[in-house]
């Protein structure tokens, strides 16, 4: 039961990466996300869930946006980060993913089956 995730909504231009996860893992679009390790910073945890489901090594930065949702268990905090993708550059998804698309920020909404992540794509949209 994780108690603190991240988010990284990833910019190539003005284009957001989306992610569909695996059907294992519920066959929903999303942005790159994970969990916190207990005693980790949001900052590292969302370079090294970038890194590891899309292969991108870059910086994330914070847009000052701090959600939660409820779980049965109790609160799930997220914690939004961005990250500036290099203009050819093209995810290689981990086995968490099968699928990924560019999208301006209403399609990055339109697909994304939680109101969080849309949160987040709405707050990087207005300060791009």
Not at 5 to 24: I, K, M
Not at 51 to 67: C, I, M
Not at 114 to 122: I, S
Request: with cysteine; proline share 5%; glycine share 8%.
């Amino acid at each position: 039961m994780r108690r603190h995730e991240v988010v990284v909504v990833v910019r190539r231009g003005s284009d957001l990466l989306v992610v569909e996860r695996s059907p294992a893992r519920g066959g929903y679009w999303n942005l790159i996300a994970g969990g916190v390790d207990a005693g980790a910073e949001s900052a590292d945890a969302a370079a090294r869930e970038l890194e590891e489901e899309t292969g991108l090594r870059a910086s994330v930065e914070s847009p000052g946006l701090e959600l939660s949702y409820e779980k049965p268990w109790g609160t799930v905090r997220l914690d939004a980060f961005v990250a500036d993708a290099p203009r050819a550059w093209e995810p290689v998804l981990d086995e968490e993913h099968i699928a990924h698309r560019w999208c301006s920020p209403a399609q990055a909404v339109e697909l994304l089956a939680y109101e969080e992540p849309r949160v987040a794509v709405r707050r990087v949209a207005e300060h791009a």
